[in-house]
């Protein structure tokens, strides 16, 4: 779980599209902060929608028995002297080798979604998304500003007012 994390986060710093020649930075609007923060809240609850499916994943398979044939799978996973140690079937490799498979997907699930955000001119475009990362780089005051709307975006999912 630590390792979709940090690979969460790397992702959305890799997520970058040049500007071309911007000799200063724009002046960006209220609606295009809201548009870059509801894009980002999206994509923390998509990520986060993915790594529920992934536990459920994990607590569901019959073939791994739960949460704790896979924490000691995974302790011996790449090393055959522990895994015939551990007494483990052809088909809890192939359960967790299915469970690997998707945990490596959803970087690249990730990244897709919010790629489409951006490509996405109703919903923020890459124009805005690159005024904004400037301006971000330019004015450090406004990335708060931004991660304040995140949390009232977050919280205004979980109070039920609608999807974000």
Same mark, same amino acid.
């Given at each position: 779980?630590?390792? /979709? ?14 500007? &071309? ?5 724009? !002046?960006?609007? %209220?609606? @295009?902060?809201?548009? &870059?923060? =509801?894009? !980002? ?10 790594? @529920? %499916? +992934?536990?459920?994943?994990?607590? $569901?398979?019959?073939? /791994?028995? $739960? ?12 090393? %055959?002297?522990?895994?015939? !140690?551990?007494?483990? =079937?052809?088909? %809890? ?13 959803? $970087? ?8 489409? &955000?951006?490509?996405?001119? !109703?919903? +923020? ?5 690159? #005024? ?16 304040? +709307? ?10 039920? @007012?609608? #999807?974000?």
């Amino acid at each position: 779980m630590k390792r /979709l994390f940090v690979l969460a986060f790397l992702i959305t710093g890799l997520i970058s599209f040049n500007s &071309f020649a911007q000799e200063a930075t724009e !002046e960006v609007t %209220e609606e @295009e902060i809201l548009k &870059f923060a =509801t894009m !980002e809240e999206s994509v923390a609850n998509f990520l986060a929608v993915k790594q @529920e %499916e +992934l536990v459920e994943m994990i607590k $569901g398979d019959s073939t /791994l028995g $739960g949460a704790g044939r896979y924490n000691e799978i995974k302790g011996a996973w790449g090393n %055959e002297a522990k895994l015939a !140690e551990i007494k483990i =079937t052809e088909e %809890e490799k192939a359960s967790y080798q299915k469970i690997q498979d998707f945990m490596d997907s959803l $970087g690249e699930a990730v990244r897709n979604y919010k790629v489409e &955000f951006i490509k996405d001119s !109703e919903k +923020l475009g890459a124009a805005t998304y690159n #005024k904004i990362m400037k301006a971000k780089a330019a004015d450090p005051s406004l990335n708060e500003k931004i991660n304040a +709307l995140i949390t009232q975006l977050k919280e205004k999912r979980a109070s039920g @007012e609608g #999807k974000v």
